[in-house]
C-alpha cells in the first residue's frame, strides 16, 4: 500500500514541473498547403 501512496505522490508532483502552462504562439500564415482529414469508425456488425 505505501509502494502504491508513493507512486500517486511522485505522478502528481511531476504535473507541473516547468512552470504554468503557457499558450504556443500564434502560427504565420501556413505555407505548406499540406492538409490532412479523414474519419475512423468502429463497431459490431451482425447479420440479420
Not at 11 to 18: I, S
Amino acid at each position: 500500500m505505501k509502494r502504491l501512496a508513493v507512486i500517486a505522490i511522485l505522478t502528481l508532483t511531476a504535473c507541473g514541473v516547468d512552470g504554468p502552462p503557457e499558450r504556443p504562439a500564434p502560427k504565420a500564415e501556413q505555407s505548406t498547403g499540406v492538409t490532412i482529414s479523414g474519419d475512423a469508425r468502429f463497431g459490431v456488425m451482425t447479420e440479420l
